[in-house]
């Protein structure tokens, strides 16, 4: 009876320890202050790979497993070929990852035959969680790779805000009848008099919140000065999008000194791909010419972070529209971008956020195979020639709404206050 007795009480202060140091790991993933760093010896523990105590196997069967996994691996960032690949990295990509995995899988081979991959960091921030998608991660031995995940996805909050609440009112309601009904959010339409839809919402959530934890809260990335290269799902890089990064940087420095950003990517097709590898363009920023490989400074990122209040209350539902509406308004000087003429990024997804039918991966594949034929001929250019300079200046749009709910404007400003 003393033994048993002894046994229960040995278990229960196992179970006590376990939840204390689970609910440590969430506060302070959650509520760190800006200022909090890591110990030298935290920063070299993280940057040198997995220990052994750090090994925890992802829990997908429930959303308070899941929701544990997500903010240890947010802790604990271990990173995968780390000890095959040591040293700092060259180049960092950031893919946000939804449920697309065919494409991913795309991605990914299209990473293995870039040259010089060794060299980079993978960043995969992943909105979506599941067997599947980790297990294509798991698959890759070319280069450093870390996983790190959103932690305020629609996954996690099935039935409450920042998903989709029961309670909340229906996308088209009329705001007299939302207010009669008493759903939580009649208040707040937005501009065009719609409630917010969770699944629309959560891309923009993810972006900035990548943006900001990349940023300040990946140890392995202190002292890196280079540029973060932002990259979907649906992408698929040439083979000398490192080589063009490096001409890019160079170019840079010698002809454009104030140029914000870069753009490895644009969203014409390859047929001219020959005569316009080696040029450039520089240009203010614009949405639908420059969201893809977009090479984002750590200059730059402290610019987008003074305007977080703008960002995270401009009516729109895109991030890449409302960083248009940012250069020129809330940042002063306008954007100043260096684009690629000949694309080093395809866009290969025809599925997405409005189109979940037909998806054809195996087409998209078709399609790659096909533009590579085109490309294969103007790669790994010498120099790089300014193609022309456009004037740089505010482009002004009109907002696309559905970015209208205070809980959204809220949680968005959150995630600069505390992570």
Not at 368 to 381: C, D, H, R, T, Y
């Amino acid at each position: 009876m003393r033994f048993r007795l002894l046994r229960r009480n040995l278990l229960a202060l196992l179970a006590v320890s376990f939840i204390v140091v689970t609910l440590f790991l969430t506060t302070r993933v959650l509520n760190s202050p800006q200022d909090d760093t890591s110990t030298s010896h935290d920063v070299a523990q993280q940057s040198q790979g997995p220990r052994l105590d750090d090994i925890m196997k992802f829990q997908f069967g429930s959303v308070p497993e899941l929701t544990k996994s997500v903010y240890s691996a947010n802790y604990k960032q271990s990173i995968l070929n780390a000890d095959k690949f040591p040293g700092e990295p060259q180049l960092v990509l950031v893919v946000q990852v939804h449920n697309r995995p065919q494409y991913l899988k795309m991605l990914i081979k299209s990473l293995e035959s870039a040259a010089e991959v060794h060299s980079f960091l993978l960043i995969l921030s992943h909105d979506y969680f599941s067997e599947e998608i980790d297990a294509i991660v798991q698959g890759i031995t070319f280069c450093k790779v870390l996983q790190i995940y959103f932690p305020f996805s629609v996954q996690l909050y099935p039935a409450e805000f920042p998903g989709q609440d029961p309670r909340d009112c229906p996308r088209d309601i009329a705001k007299d009848e939302a207010l009669k009904t008493g759903c939580l959010n009649a208040e707040h339409p937005d501009s065009y008099g719609h409630y917010r839809e969770a699944t629309i919402t959560q891309t923009k959530h993810h972006w900035w919140w990548k943006l900001h934890f990349v940023w300040e809260r990946v140890p392995a990335l202190q002292g890196y000065s280079g540029f973060a290269v932002f990259l979907e799902e649906d992408n698929y890089i040439l083979p000398d999008f490192y080589h063009l990064y490096k001409l890019m940087l160079d170019f840079r420095k010698s002809n454009c000194p104030d140029c914000d950003l870069l753009a490895l990517g644009n969203h014409k097709k390859l047929t001219d791909f020959t005569k316009l590898s080696s040029k450039v363009l520089t240009t203010g920023w614009m949405s639908t010419r420059h969201n893809i490989g977009m090479a984002i400074s750590r200059e730059v990122y402290y610019k987008l972070m003074g305007c977080s209040d703008d960002f995270c209350t401009y009516d729109d539902y895109n991030w890449d529209w409302t960083l248009q509406h940012l250069s020129g308004t809330c940042i002063s000087k306008p954007l100043k971008v260096l684009v690629a003429q000949g694309s080093r990024v395809l866009h290969t997804g025809d599925c997405g956020m409005h189109q979940k039918e037909n998806c054809r991966p195996e087409w998209a594949w078709q399609r790659v195979e096909e533009s590579l034929q085109m490309a294969k001929e103007g790669l790994f250019p010498q120099s790089l020639l300014l193609y022309g300079a456009e004037s740089v200046e505010h482009k002004p749009h009109m907002k696309n709404g559905g970015w209208g709910d205070s809980r959204d404007h809220g949680l968005c400003k959150n995630y600069v206050r505390r992570l």
